[in-house]
């Protein structure tokens, strides 16, 4: 059971390139906190210095209120699970899961050993492969594996690095619920990096967004995809992502290529002297106006659709426009930092399944303008956040973490009560 | 199918002429060891008649002076040797593989100079040095030049293996608990075992089947066995000493197969193999 403290972690690799910048965290003993970002922003930095594999360069890291900054990783008591699993392939299975306690010389008998070992092979539904060696498993066993040596002894916290990474579509998604309800029942605070829209919404108590080595907004899952701080965030989590529209302001609306929106009266003086906002609407908040009608609010349009794709239980609808070229840098500026390919600009629309709407066709659409964010040309910072509404989530969000840390030990308890 | 077939059988044409060439004098020499002494100078090639006069000569008679004594040393040497070098190329080629330290490359391609260095130039200063400093006709006097000569070729087998150990299990281990020095010796040597093994071999072999360094360094009392031979005469003035050289080179040449049949096993490729997703 810890608390891991961040103070302004600094990073500079030997050829004096700066991974990390000066980030803060506080994540919470027992919460569940994950780190998000492109590729090379530092995420794997950050947690190898966590975990004592790289020397933090500046600033000050706390496990349990204790500085860590010097300490070799073998006395930190962290439980780290690896990208590519990192077993020790001349050992069995079981050896594998039982090697941080022979370690620990002399704290355990062959009997305790056994007993640790079957018990968390039993738990990762290990026990028929205990013989086994790591080279003639599949890759989730592999990966159960590699967590049974994590939780196997009594770590303070778990560090996992895209540990579901290297698997197919299907055993990601059993092995997320598995983790998460992994983690709930042993209520260990854990840091988790991930690359995955999926993982960081669903696993994540909190999620902590990093973009080249820079903290952008820690929150609860929701308050990152309801209120985002910036534009980075904004287009960063969602799938598929944040429409962003170039815009001009005229008055008191806002002129879109693809339709007029009004001002609303408290963002009016945020918007002084700042001409070419961005507009960000998520693809789900634009609705087909021949399945749902339009509330008042509600502002509508007649566009060309491009290109559908039907999935079953949704339908995109890719709608082409053209883009303001005094802001265009700036969205492929975003583009770039989100590890974007640089494509067309377009529109995309999360249509109800039941949706007629087919290639070629122009139909109506509407939106609800409360709905669309407003973000800054030069700084990127979102006008429309709310802070009021953000905090509210956050606290909502900080209660329901609590509750199931309780359940959950409530219900260990209960069972350690009846056995 | 039809493919796999007939690359086994092209595979098996090409291979057969190089195992004949190669089987043929060590037949050869079992064949000299085991002709009784009347008809060494037959000239046929597999032996008209069998005896063991020639072992028991060198085992048991006039020859076990000089044989069993230079056997002994061989053995002495050999381990002796191999120990030291596979001790020493093992954390050398480690600190090649793992740490960036200045010199690294300097240090790699000078150990591949010096063994390309002809060993017959080195013998005659050596013969010199060895005497003045009192290690001419010892062990360690035989030790020390084959120790320069393996280590080299050692060094670069093992930061080979070593550099394909995935860098990871090394932390693994260090998250779980390890010092710096049980990771590396329970993690990275078992992993790396082949190519131990591999160097220890080598080393084995050069120090047992070395005649220049044997026959030049020592007299009497370091005496290895190929420089033994040399001094094998026949039981009479007029006989070749060839049955018992024959006898004693089979003797020799059975450690040799013991061992690489005991490491063959060991010498698996791709252990490595699950311990990283690839
Ligand atoms: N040993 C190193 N020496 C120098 N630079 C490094 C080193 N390791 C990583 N970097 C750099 O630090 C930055 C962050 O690397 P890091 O591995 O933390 O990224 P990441 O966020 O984990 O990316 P990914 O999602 O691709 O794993 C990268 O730009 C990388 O080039
Ligand atoms: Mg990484």
Redesign the interface.
């Known amino acids: 059971m810890a608390n891991i403290e961040l103070r302004d972690i600094v990073k500079t690799y030997g050829d004096g390139f700066k991974a990390v910048k000066g980030v803060s965290l506080d994540i919470a003993d027992g919460e569940f906190m994950i780190l998000v970002g492109p590729s090379g922003c530092g995420k794997s930095t950050l947690l190898r210095m966590i975990?004592?594999?790289e020397d933090i360069t500046a600033g000050e890291l706390k496990i349990s209120g204790k500085r860590v900054n010097e300490l070799?990783?073998?006395d930190r008591n962290?439980?780290?699970v690896?990208q590519?699993?990192?077993?020790?392939?001349?050992l069995s299975v079981f050896e594998n899961i039982a090697?941080?306690l022979r370690?620990?010389r002399g704290q355990f008998t062959e009997d305790e050993v056994k007993q640790k070992v079957n018990a968390a092979a039993a738990v990762l539904e290990l026990q028929d492969h205990l013989d086994r060696?790591?080279?003639?498993?599949s890759?989730g066993q592999?990966q159960r594996v590699a967590m049974g040596?994590a939780i196997v002894?009594d770590a303070d916290a778990f560090l996992f690095d895209e540990p579901l990474s290297?698997l197919d579509a299907k055993l990601r998604g059993q092995m997320r619920t598995e983790i998460a309800r992994m983690q709930r029942r042993l209520g260990i605070t854990t840091v988790y990096v991930t690359h995955d829209q999926i993982e960081a919404m669903t696993l994540g108590d909190r999620v902590a967004v990093l973009k080249r080595g820079e903290l952008q907004q820690v929150a609860s899952p929701r308050e990152l995809y309801e209120q985002p701080v910036n534009l980075f965030v904004a287009g960063f989590i969602g799938s598929p992502p944040m429409n962003f529209l170039p815009a001009r302001v005229d008055g008191d609306v806002l002129k879109l290529p693809i339709c007029d929106i009004p001002i609303p009266g408290e963002l009016q003086q945020k918007l002084e002297g700042r001409d070419l906002p961005i507009v960000g609407i998520r693809p789900e908040y634009i609705k087909d106006s021949s399945v749902q009608r339009p509330n008042d609010r509600d502002v509508t349009f007649e566009a060309q659709v491009d290109v559908t794709e039907w999935l079953g239980n949704e339908q995109y609808a890719y709608v082409p426009f053209e883009s303001d070229p005094a802001v265009q840098h700036k969205l492929d500026e975003l583009d770039r930092d989100l590890d974007g390919e640089g494509l067309r600009t377009q529109l995309v629309v999360n249509l109800d399944a039941r949706s007629r709407i087919r290639e070629g066709d122009v139909a109506r659409f509407h939106l609800d303008p409360a709905m669309a964010h407003v973000f800054d040309l030069a700084t990127g910072e979102n006008l429309t956040r709310n802070e009021e509404e953000a905090a509210r989530i956050a606290r909502e969000s900080e209660e329901d973490r609590r509750r199931s840390l309780e359940r959950s030990k409530a219900r260990e308890a209960a069972e350690a009560g009846a056995s | 199918m039809e493919q796999n077939n007939k690359q086994k059988w092209s595979l098996a044409l090409v291979s057969l002429p190089v195992i004949i060439w190669t089987l043929i004098p060590v037949i050869w020499i079992f064949s000299l060891a085991v002709k009784p002494q009347a008809n060494q100078a037959d000239n046929n090639f597999w032996p008209r008649g069998f005896s063991l006069d020639n072992f028991e000569l060198i085992l048991f008679g006039g020859a076990s002076d000089l044989f069993l004594p230079a056997l002994l040393n061989s053995i002495i040497v050999g381990l002796i040797a191999t120990t030291i070098s596979v001790i020493l190329a093992t954390f050398c080629a480690y600190a090649i593989a793992r740490l960036n330290f200045s010199g690294k490359k300097m240090i790699l391609f000078v150990a591949l100079a010096v063994s390309f260095f002809p060993v017959i130039s080195l013998v005659t200063p050596l013969f010199d040095v060895w005497r003045s400093i009192g290690l001419f006709d010892t062990i360690p006097g035989l030790v020390i030049p084959y120790l320069s000569l393996t280590l080299p070729l050692s060094i670069w087998i093992l930061s080979a293996f070593f550099q394909q150990i995935p860098w990871e299990l090394e932390q693994a281990a260090q998250v779980d608990g390890a010092t710096s020095w049980q990771a590396f010796r329970k993690v990275i040597v078992p992993l790396a075992a082949p190519g131990v093994f591999t160097t220890g071999i080598i080393t084995f072999f050069t120090a047992w089947n070395d005649f220049v360094f044997a026959i030049s360094l020592t007299s009497e009392s370091a005496r290895t066995v190929p420089a033994a031979l040399a001094f094998f005469t026949g039981a009479s003035q007029f006989e070749q000493p060839t049955g018992a050289i024959s006898a004693a080179a089979v003797i020799v040449t059975i450690p040799v197969v013991i061992l690489v049949l005991l490491f063959q096993k060991r010498i698996v490729a791709g252990l490595t193999s699950g311990a990283v997703k690839g």
Do not use: E, I
């Open positions: 975990v004592g594999l070799a990783p073998r962290l439980a780290m690896f590519n699993y990192a077993l020790y392939p001349h090697f941080p370690l620990a060696k790591p080279a003639n498993l890759g592999r040596r002894r290297n």
